[in-house]
């Protein structure tokens, strides 16, 4: 059994800062890759920002510049810090893991979602 629980969502105005968090807990052999998706309504769900192990980046272009992502891997947590944030940012956030539980063994997790509003 594997659990991401995500945190740090809420309320906010355009131009003002939140920060999310999630951490991976259960029989964790290792973590490959962490993201953050979002789903806004109405809308499908899209990839906001990933870190794989290395790591290395990437991000959607609608944050490139406002959103950081960033992992500590002793404590199987990613973040996403949000800065700038614009009324479109609106959505449900996803945190998502590609998590091995053997050797041999990779799945994709994810967590329950936090909303996050932002009023203009």
């Known amino acids: 059994q594997v659990h991401l629980v995500e945190s740090g969502g809420g309320f906010v105005q355009a131009g003002g800062s939140l920060r999310l968090s999630c951490a991976a807990s259960?029989?964790?052999?290792?973590?490959?890759?962490m993201g953050w998706y979002r789903q806004a309504p109405g809308k499908q769900r899209e990839l906001v920002a990933r870190?794989?192990?290395?790591?290395?980046?990437n991000y959607a272009d609608s944050v490139k510049g406002r959103f950081t992502i960033s992992r500590d891997n002793a404590k199987n947590t990613v973040w996403l810090q949000m800065n700038s944030l614009k009324p479109e940012d609106t959505a449900v956030y996803y945190c998502?893991?590609?998590?091995?539980?053997?050797?041999?063994?990779?799945?994709?997790?994810w967590g329950q979602g936090t909303q996050v509003t932002v009023s203009s």
């Open positions: 998502n893991a590609a998590i091995a539980t053997t050797r041999l063994r990779v799945d994709a997790y």
């Open positions: 259960g029989s964790i052999f290792s973590i490959n890759s």
């Open positions: 870190i794989t192990s290395g790591p290395s980046t």
